[in-house]
């Protein structure tokens, strides 16, 4: 079980995304620190959900709401 969770509300966001994910990654490792990402996707119309699951796929840390 994760130690700390980060919830990131999205809308709209595929520009910033992937930044947002790396930083709260590095931050955590850096530390040394469990984790789990939660994202939740504010019905964006863009491809900020598509994006996010590919990172889900890749990462364990890494949560779709």
């Given at each position: ?6 919830i ?10 992937i930044?947002?994910?790396e930083?709260v990654k590095k931050q ?5 620190i ?10 964006s119309?863009?491809k900020s959900a598509?994006?996010?699951?590919v990172i ?7 949560k779709?709401?």
């Amino acid at each position: 079980m994760p130690k700390v969770s980060v919830i990131s509300t999205c809308y709209n966001e595929e520009l910033n995304i992937i930044e947002c994910y790396e930083t709260v990654k590095k931050q955590f490792q850096d530390l040394d620190i469990e984790y789990e990402h939660i994202f939740t996707d504010n019905n964006s119309n863009d491809k900020s959900a598509d994006i996010i699951r590919v990172i889900c796929k890749k990462d364990k840390n890494i949560k779709l709401l």
